[in-house]
């Protein structure tokens, strides 16, 4: 009797503590925070990154805690080695990485400046095949002055959501999440609004519907610490676009943003004490490396995207695992240092695109092109070649005036930090004396001069660069290679580097 009064008791202890820790519920809400993924592989010889690793990882905080989201802030459907291959015909464009997102659970993506670098029908195809919702709260489709959401399948796609978590009892806490997205890929089928404003508009709608406001963003940080000083009222921004991990607060507002291509990935506890009605973030940086198991759905989906790219790279004269060479000095093909200064790996891609070219005597490309924000060293295979240079493109020959070339690599020193900074072969830069030289020559502005560039370079889309396009009256001669002759390596900057390396070595 005496015991089963003491379990008795026991048992009303219990409950009782349970009730009272019920009452002041802190209610945690996870979210697996990973931006600019462009890759669906891992990096470094598989050291780092690979989605089916994040996999993995969203279902074992899944397991812990089923209040778990996982979000992708922009910057995936774009650039990418694997989706410039053909499969079935048609460029893959991004659809391996919508495929490989699906498998994985993603729940929320929204646009970052990459998702506008298709034409207006990819973009629609790679939105449909999502089985993710996208948000988005400044960004609208214009059809021809016709300002309306973008759609997703059936549905426009929402400006916002309100994620509602069990608290207690039939209580939920009401969390609200906007999506801003920064300005720079201004394709004629979009339409930006003030991120600010938009944050503004949708706050004053949803205000008494939440009870806290958070935002994943895609802009600078710069732009995100302006928006968290404009809008106190979020509390907390998940972000991407810069590509390296930070973790910064302005006033009361938390911003974070992981490494590029799931190198790692934030893991954020919001803990909302629903009495005291307080948020308070707890986040961890998780690097994605050998650690971590690959989940088997997810890994199946890659592989096959894999095959198939691989076997359209052969059909376009690649031959992706060969090896090319070894390097034992690493190539920096780093984005922090492609963007402000001339590096290895650029006078690597120059001397290779010079020593394809039939009439040139220099060579110059735009810096955004290297896209593998990583050292190549150790064994070189034509797929790290691919996934250094993933747009490809062909070489083009130009003869041009001296005036045109310096206003060329002007524009290039005026866009230091940023895609359109220009690397170089050939040419030679005096930073004291602010001069350019060519061949120990100065460079004269009624001479003319043979340069070998990369064919995005006239299309007049480079940062700062609207008056370099194939008809100003600068260039004099253009030189383009033939584009259904094999032998002709100008046909793809790939293939030129690739050969360049194999001589080299
Ligand atoms: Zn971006």
Known sequence: MFKRAALLYKLTFLFLFTCSIQYAKVVDIVFLHMNDVYEITPLEGGKYGGLSRVAELRKQLLKQNPNTYTVLPGDFISPSALGTAEFEGKRINGAQMIDVLNTLGLDFAMFGNHEFDYKYEVLQDRMDESKFEWISSNVYHDQNGLRQSFRRIDHPIPQYVILKIPSSGKKMVRVGMIALCIDVNKQPY???????????????????????????????????????????????????????????????????????????????????DTKRKKLKIESELKTIDTAIKNDGATSETVNKWVDRAFSGFRSKGFEPNEIVTTLNEPLDGLEINNRFYETNLGKVIGEAMYSVSRNSTAAIFNSGSVRIDDNLMGEISQYDIIRTLPFGGKIIEIEVTGEL???????????????????????????????WGFNGHGIIETDTYNIAVSDYLLTGMEQNMSFLKRDNPGILKILEPQADDKSDLRNDIRLALIKYLKEKK
């Open 190 to 272: 979009v339409y930006y609004e003030n991120s600010v404003d938009a944050g503004k508009r949708i706050y004053s709608e949803i205000k008494d519907s939440i009870d806290f406001l958070i935002a994943m963003t895609h802009l600078t940080i710069q732009q995100d610490k302006e928006l968290a000083a404009a809008m106190p009222e979020i509390k907390f921004i998940m972000g991407g676009h810069e590509h390296f991990n930070m973790y910064v607060t302005q006033d009361e507002t938390i911003i974070a943003k992981a490494d590029a291509n799931a190198k790692s990935v934030y893991v954020h506890h919001l803990l909302y």
């Open 405 to 435: 070339l310096l206003k060329i690599l002007n524009t290039g020193i005026a866009n230091r930090g940023s895609r359109g900074f220009l690397q170089y072969y050939g040419i030679q830069y005096d930073s004291s004396s602010v001069s």
